[in-house]
Nanobody, 114 residues
Framework: QVQLVESGGGLVLPGGSLRPSCAAS????????MAWHRQAPGTERELVAR????????NYADAVKGRFTISRDNAKNMLYLQMNSLKAEDTAVYYC???????WGKGIQVTVST
């Protein structure tokens, strides 16, 4: 059983940065590929970024490439999403996810606005 708890959301000005975190329980974290998703009001949840357990390789949604960076610290069971050059369209609830098991965190709100 994996429990995921996100933190680090909030309100930020356009062009600003945030670094949400996801704390994962359990001893299997280092063997799990992890992902961040987001869901804006009135839209479906979408994949933002993914990082593989096997080699640490990453992939990103086109909308965030070059601005967001996903990373992990296996020693601390932590997943991160560095978000730079934020835009109003990045406003959404962001979720931490384990793709292979279907576990989800409860999500955190990120709002980009003046």
């Amino acid at each position: 059983q994996v429990q995921l708890v996100e933190s680090g959301g909030g309100l930020v000005l356009p062009g600003g940065s945030l670094r949400p975190s996801c704390a994962a329980s359990g001893s299997a974290f280092s063997s799990l590929s992890m992902a961040w998703h987001r869901q804006a009001p009135g839209t479906e949840r979408e994949l933002v970024a993914r990082i593989r357990a096997s080699d640490g390789s990453t992939n990103y949604a086109d909308a965030v490439k070059g601005r967001f960076t996903i990373s992990r610290d296996n020693a601390k069971n932590m997943l991160y999403l560095q978000m730079n050059s934020l835009k109003a369209e990045d406003t959404a609830v962001y979720y931490c996810n384990v793709p292979s098991t279907g576990h989800w965190g409860k999500g955190i709100q990120v709002t980009v606005s003046t």
